[in-house]
């Protein structure tokens, strides 16, 4: 299993590296200190399960990196770790396809933990992020929200980072059924964005790969 | 001696720290995070000898955070470590007092290697690399 840190901060990668390695044992950690070097190495990579990246690098500004990275590698799991972390950014970098958001004030607990989540599939937001959306009473769950079993299914595998023809594939239903449960789901989760239901879930509590 | 890393990145503290303890492992190494709770700890330590400062603390622009720690701790030598590499940035933090500019962007090997420059008691800067 491969990860890769692209930060121009070489300083950075022996922490992250021992952070990365705590929470991975198995994992191979590779360190690049610009884009153009991040994305080549990662084309190279055999078994790159995670990328940490940086929003910060000398020859890109805000999410430029991030969509690059995913031009030329859909599929790829994208980590952001930043300097910035207002809610703004983080909902820009998130509706951008990352899997979560790393403000770089965080200590090394926290990023372990987030580091892990991620690679269990999950979605990390940072609680600076979940300001920005309407407070739910707690504890409350998707069925007290009137989300029924199989829009829940849908709902989780959306915040895993599932593609509506994967989810349908998963669960052996039409695309067009996928939309429709996502959809209700929003609706009852007063969102109307993976991003938002994103974040309402994880301030809930519910990880996308909880049950 | 004392060192105290005034950052607000704690990532940056862990590897800093390693560097400076394998350097001079006799050196206590303090960290924290945010300007005030810096120049209170750097008043507090008897032994300070070096700071190293990142200048961009929340809450601080400019040379600010430096003119601060140097009318605070005159004894002591304060080193900005920063992000920023502009030549008119290091130009500034040097005549405002600064013993030292280090780069966030040097490698592991030439951070320490700066880092020891300094503990030695002589001075780095980003263009020159170490000053004789």
Redesign the interface.
């Not at chain 1, 121009?8 to 992250?16: A, C, G, K, S």
């Given at each position: 299993m491969d990860v890769l840190l692209v930060d121009?901060?070489?300083?950075?990668?022996?922490?992250?590296r021992?952070?990365v390695g705590s929470v991975a044992p198995q994992a191979q950690f590779h360190g690049e200190?610009s884009l153009g070097g991040g994305i080549s190495k990662a084309r190279q990579l055999k078994d790159l399960q995670l990328v940490l990246l940086d929003l910060?690098l000398p020859s890109c500004t805000g999410i430029d990196a991030l969509v690059q990275f995913l031009k030329v590698l859909p599929r790829l799991r994208i980590l952001i770790i930043s300097?910035t972390e207002d809610s703004d950014s983080v909902r820009a970098a998130l509706d951008a396809g990352a899997v979560g958001y790393l403000p770089?004030?965080?200590?090394?607990k926290v990023?372990a933990e987030a580091v892990h989540t991620v690679l269990q599939g999950g979605t990390y937001v940072p609680p600076q992020a979940l300001g920005a959306v309407p407070h739910l009473k707690t504890p409350i769950t998707l069925a007290d929200l009137g989300i029924t079993e199989r829009q829940a299914d849908v709902l989780k595998l959306v915040t895993k980072g599932l593609s509506n023809s994967e989810i349908a594939r998963q669960l052996s239903i039409a695309e067009n059924t996928v939309k429709q449960h996502a959809h209700a789901a929003y609706r009852a989760l007063g969102v109307s964005s993976r991003t938002e239901a994103m974040v309402v879930l994880a301030k809930m509590g519910i990880r996308g790969d909880a049950q | 001696m004392d060192v105290l890393l005034v950052d607000d990145h704690p990532i940056i503290h862990e590897t800093l720290r390693a560097m400076v303890r394998s350097l001079r492992p006799t050196a206590d190494f303090h960290s924290q995070f945010d300007l005030d709770a810096g120049l209170c700890e750097a008043r507090r330590l008897e032994r300070l000898e070096l700071v190293l400062l990142d200048l961009g603390l929340p809450g601080c622009s400019g040379m600010d955070a430096l003119v601060k720690f140097r009318q605070a701790v005159p004894n002591a030598r304060v080193v900005v470590i920063s992000a920023d590499e502009d030549h008119e940035r290091v130009r500034a933090a040097l005549s405002e007092g600064a013993a030292s500019y280090v780069p966030k962007t040097l490698r592991p090997k030439a951070m320490v290697d700066a880092l020891r420059t300094i503990l030695d008691g002589g001075m780095f800067t980003p263009s020159e690399g170490p000053v004789r």
């Open positions: 121009d901060h070489p300083i950075l990668h022996e922490t992250l021992v952070v200190t910060m300097a770089k004030t965080s200590n090394p990023i | -």
